[in-house]
């Protein structure tokens, strides 16, 4: 099974808290970049892998989706999703999203946010989405960016005296796998995979790259939150939008 | 008119003292990356932008190609070319890339091996390889690779007291645009783009991206040159395969 971190109670709550500001990093940069996206939903059968707390399943529900399916492998993320996000078209599922050819619909498109790089197996987990997808399907999914992910140890960035932050420090880009880092608790683990084997991991499985975004934030978002400027330096998370031909 | 670094005299001396060794990154790492990728060359129209002392160009020939184009704005680079790899199917001419509308060919294969960070405008060169490709043609091309290319100003890597590198001092990565580097003269200029604007320019013109390559060394090449081993932590140079559908 993998890892289920959100069910962990110390981390689940300090992340729930994260995500309740209403200026945070997913809010102003990411969810803005990928949504911007999204084809028109109407009609669509949608499923949203690491839907955590269900926001955009819901706002799929708004933009017209046929049926939604939300699955995530933390309960405790389900509670709240059902509770808060709960919809006419919206299926919730504990599940983990390695889990999904049990699924008996398929869908036309499968988005996910911020959630795959805490997949070990990535290509099975695209195999079995080009699967689920119907032909002409969409994946939409961010990460967090390979120039993110890839450091073994931290610290991360290099500040100056005043604690500005002047470079980011990489290393190990080029050596895939296990991360373990601290988030709010210590032990999180990720996996780290260069993007060109983000890329030719779609590929060779038979999708065809439309977008590659590494979203910058807004003169409105860095107004909100001025270190967001380090996103200029050091991008956090990478979208792809891939197609089955 | 492109910069025209290679026909700087003290630059030329340096540049080709280099390519002279026998194990350099480009022999080592990048060559052997680039060619596994080409497509059987039987009978078929081949054109090598910034194609240097032509060594590639001799190459294309061997592997059955029917003709083969070199162009690059350096004379210098020319007059070597045409003395060390002659050949009845190559013709060589002393042109900036960006001329190429004016080549009366079309072409099966465009190649570029670690020049295309020396042009400014990138989506302009993108669609006159697109109009200068036969259908299904194929770009094939390297270039630094754009965590190479991001930072404005050096010192580049952090070491520690004995001298190994550490980390990359990553910084600017998402600010497109002219870089001034240090490379055997002042003033090298480099044009930086973050890896998403390169793949989307190539997308939005009309290709379809079928590999994407950040080359690591071999076992043997780390023998021979040990320090590639920091290659590991910032990959020098990428390579994209791309069809003309």
Redesign the interface.
């Given at each position: 099974m993998s890892q289920n971190l959100f069910d962990n109670s110390e981390f689940f709550e300090k992340y729930k808290a994260l995500r309740d500001k209403a200026y945070n990093y997913n809010n102003l940069v990411e969810q803005p970049a990928i949504k911007a996206l999204l084809p028109d939903l109407s009609g669509l059968k949608v499923l949203d892998l690491g839907c955590g707390f269900g926001s955009n399943c819901t706002d799929f529900m708004k933009r017209g989706a046929a049926h939604v399916v939300g699955v995530d492998i933390s309960s405790k993320m389900i509670d709240v999703a059902k509770k808060e996000n709960a919809g006419s078209a919206i299926e919730y599922s504990v599940m983990d999203m390695m889990d999904i050819p049990k699924l008996s619909h398929t869908f036309d498109l499968i988005f996910s946010s911020l959630a795959i790089h805490y997949v070990k197996d990535f290509a099975h987990l695209v195999k079995i989405i080009y699967e689920k997808l119907n032909p002409g399907g969409i994946l939409l999914f961010s990460q967090e960016h390979p120039?993110t992910t890839a450091?073994k140890f931290g610290p991360v960035w290099?500040k100056d005296d005043a604690g500005n932050r002047?470079?980011?420090?990489?290393?190990?880009?080029?050596?895939s796998g296990e991360r373990h880092v601290y988030w709010f608790i210590d032990g999180v683990e990720k996996y780290h995979r260069?993007?060109?084997e983000i890329?030719?991991t779609l590929?060779s499985t038979g999708f065809?790259?439309?977008?590659?975004?590494?979203p910058?934030p807004s003169q409105d978002a860095l107004e909100k939150r001025p270190e967001l400027a380090d996103?200029?330096?050091?991008?956090s998370c990478?979208i792809i939008k891939a197609i089955k031909d």
């Open positions: 120039i450091p290099t002047l470079y980011y420090n990489l290393a190990d880009y080029m050596v260069p993007l060109s890329l030719n590929i065809r790259i439309e977008k590659v975004v590494e910058l996103e200029f330096h050091k991008t990478i």
